[in-house]
């Protein structure tokens, strides 16, 4: 077990000091114990945003690091139990372009609805690009083609608690071991089986990580005006917009709210643009 120093400690730290991925030098102690010298600089990370203690304040954000140098984030939702909320999906897939991580969308639990259902909520991210996966560790729908997804790389799994993750890697490579537990009947909510962030290694080749159920991700270091680069269906119109600082909101010669009345634009999608860019204008105006 290795410890952090007091000087690191003590340093004003905008990002995490340590996280799990991080590459670390470590002198050893005469009991066994070890210190972590020097921590290597990250190739990439799963980030979000640690807010102040009360009302969030950019001026005191911190960077919080989930997992760091990863090569890919899978992010999972369940059909049901919990019900998936595709507005934290499109937040997620914002976190993940900011980091520049290929992001993954595994939509579990499949067989607890009909296919076309599944496919009704998830098939819009296909056609923008990104690879989607139905699973069930239940039948076992999916499980061959996620292994495969996670074969070689450095992934991450997240998503809310009770989706399934720990019971997806119990599937994909039985005797992990894996605690999980069933949606509380209370709230409807996942209830936590994961306690902290672990790299697991794949017998194919390559680790996963294992993250706590995340409810929220507050973005990190993110301009309002940015919010569209991320997007990666609404990126390629901002350019053909009559004002540079187009918010795509209002204004007229909005080249992006035409491509939303042509269907070029999913609906859905458009308006968590608009609800992200919305709550980090306010953020912003707050500090400024």
Request: overall charge negative; glycine content about 6%.
């Given at each position: 077990?290795?410890?952090?120093?007091?000087?690191?400690?003590?340093?004003?730290?905008?990002?995490?000091?340590?996280?799990?991925?991080?590459?670390?030098?470590?002198?050893?102690?005469?009991?066994?114990?070890?210190?972590?010298?020097?921590?290597?600089?990250?190739?990439?990370?799963?980030?979000?945003?640690?807010?102040?203690?009360?009302?969030?304040?950019?001026?005191?954000?911190?960077?919080?690091?989930?997992?760091?140098?990863?090569?890919?984030?899978?992010?999972?939702?369940?059909?049901?139990?919990?019900?998936?909320?595709?507005?934290?999906?499109?937040?997620?897939?914002?976190?993940?372009?900011?980091?520049?991580?290929?992001?993954?969308?595994?939509?579990?639990?499949?067989?607890?609805?009909?296919?076309?259902?599944?496919?009704?909520?998830?098939?819009?991210?296909?056609?923008?690009?990104?690879?989607?996966?139905?699973?069930?560790?239940?039948?076992?729908?999916?499980?061959?083609?996620?292994?495969?997804?996670?074969?070689?790389?450095?992934?991450?799994?997240?998503?809310?608690?009770?989706?399934?993750?720990?019971?997806?890697?119990?599937?994909?490579q039985p005797g992990l071991g894996l605690k999980v537990s069933e949606v509380s009947n209370y709230s409807g909510k996942g209830t936590h089986t994961t306690r902290f962030a672990q790299l697991l290694a794949l017998d194919g080749g390559g680790y996963v990580a294992d993250t706590p159920g995340i409810r929220g991700l507050a973005l990190y270091d993110l301009e309002p005006g940015e919010v569209d680069a991320y997007f990666r269906e609404i990126a390629p119109?901002?350019?053909?917009?009559?004002?540079?600082?187009?918010?795509?909101?209002?204004?007229?010669?909005?080249?992006?709210?035409?491509?939303?009345?042509?269907?070029?634009?999913?609906?859905?999608?458009?308006?968590?643009?608009?609800?992200?860019?919305?709550?980090?204008?306010?953020?912003?105006?707050?500090?400024?």
């Open positions: 077990m290795a410890q952090l120093p007091g000087r690191l400690k003590k340093e004003w730290q905008e990002s995490s000091i340590v996280a799990v991925g991080d590459w670390v030098s470590v002198s050893l102690n005469a009991d066994g114990t070890g210190v972590i010298e020097e921590v290597a600089e990250r190739k990439s990370v799963l980030s979000r945003s640690r807010p102040s203690a009360r009302d969030r304040d950019l001026s005191s954000d911190q960077e919080q690091v989930l997992v760091a140098n990863i090569d890919q984030v899978v992010f999972v939702f369940a059909m049901k139990d919990p019900f998936p909320s595709l507005r934290k999906l499109d937040r997620f897939l914002v976190v993940a372009e900011m980091n520049q991580l290929t992001a993954v969308v595994c939509a579990n639990k499949v067989d607890l609805v009909k296919p076309e259902k599944a496919h009704e909520l998830f098939d819009v991210y296909a056609q923008i690009g990104y690879q989607v996966i139905y699973t069930s560790a239940t039948t076992g729908a999916g499980i061959d083609e996620l292994r495969r997804c996670l074969q070689g790389k450095i992934s991450v799994l997240a998503g809310s608690s009770g989706v399934g993750k720990s019971s997806l890697l119990n599937a994909i119109f901002v350019a053909d917009c009559r004002f540079s600082d187009c918010s795509h909101h209002h204004e007229p010669g909005c080249a992006v709210r035409a491509a939303v009345q042509r269907g070029d634009i999913s609906p859905q999608r458009y308006e968590s643009y608009l609800r992200l860019r919305e709550e980090h204008q306010a953020l912003d105006d707050a500090a400024y």
